[in-house]
């Protein structure tokens, strides 16, 4: 089945979904994922339900697990829509939740489990792979796309939030992505253009836009601004223009533009990158962010637990992003400075790199990190990183290369959460997933895990 064939076949189930939404006329509880794509995604909604002049809530969750249900239960809602979870955990949400119609917009890998209450869209009912084809925002533009005509402009949202999900590989999208792009391309909602892509092209003094830089990450330069303008000068790079205003990339020479890149390559290859990571195409939005770039403003707003005001930037009533970003950066830099200078603590096997961070790495960011150092400083084909997450739990983050051969992580998180009496986030991908297991249990985690890879 062709990609138009299977989006045809997506449509025709949001459409069933779509009749019950459009039928209740009670209070309706929307939960979405705290990361890019489930920010992206409760904003979809978000606006197709203000569109419908629904009574409606909305909040957002790091994981959906037996808590977050029993609490769910406990409030007067008259339906419950959750966005990019869900899928994982439709046994437990039966137990508890199953009075009421549950819709679960989701893309990760479903449980075969099913009830006369749940309106369930999920591409890989209709052969889409939902780990790179499609993420949860555009499983949910899909929905909000069968419930008005108006929802046709948050299409840019949905490619975001895939951009979000890291299903933008090697600068292309692939499957549904791939079409709706061409749409947002087609309706204007996003223009393509071609150059160095660093962050902050239209948006960011050219300093900053290297000070924030983690891809790549500059040794002694990534999150400090003096240092970046001090890298600049040493390029014969202007910071300033003749008026006194702060240059921007895209206010450099075709000359500065080529040599700066020149240098980051240079350092983009002697971490372990290619020059494809820095040069080729941009997705620019109408707000003169790349696609990029505004995912990472959004994951940042999830990581630092600022959800809701990520959902603000999302439908253009958002502040503060530069404060947001610069928060954010300086903490992934700080991570990534520390996993550098502490490899010699990794456990290294022939699977695996087991980074044991403990208090060291905020849980909220310890998946964001694993997936920088498995572009450039992971030999193994799967990465797995451990951070403290309050007095009795460790967060697990696990990442696999794209070509990963035969790697389900999704399956091993599972298999081993079940030993270690923790919580898996539901579903997982085949090369991303995570976990909460008891403190003091990493090197069972370890053990368990080498078992099945």
Known sequence: MDAKRKVQ???????????????????IKVVSHFDCDGICAGAIIYKTLKYLDKDFDISFVKQLGKDEIVELSHEKNSMLILCDVGSGQLDMIKHYISKIPVVVLDHHPPQDCAWDKLYHLNPYFASIDGANEISGAGVTYVLARSLSVQSKKLIDLAIVGACGDVQYQNGEFSGVNRLLLEDAEYSGAIRCEKGLKLFGRYTKPIHKAIEYSTDPFIPDVSGNESAAVQFLSELGIAVVDRKGKWRRLCDLSKEEEKKLATVLVLEN??????????????????????????????????????????????????????????????????????????????????SATYVLAGGNIDENIIGTVVSILLKKDIKTEVVVGF????REWVKVSTRAKPKADGVDLGAVIRKVVVKLGGESEGGGHANAAGAKIPKGSEMKFVEFAEEIL
């Open 9 to 27: 076949a997506l449509a025709d189930m949001a459409a069933y979904v779509a009749k019950a939404i459009e039928k209740e006329r009670g209070h």
């Open 269 to 350: 290859i002697s971490e372990g990158g290619t020059a494809g990571d820095l040069i080729g195409t941009i997705y620019v939005l109408k707000n003169n962010y790349d696609i990029r770039e505004f995912s990472s403003v959004l994951n940042a707003c999830g990581r630092l637990e600022k959800p809701a005001e990520g959902l603000r930037i999302c439908i253009g009533a958002g502040e503060n992003i530069d404060k947001i970003l610069h928060e954010y950066r300086k903490k992934i830099a700080t991570a990534v400075f520390w996993a550098k200078k502490n490899r010699a603590s990794f456990v290294v096997t022939k």
């Open 387 to 390: 951070g403290n997450a309050g």
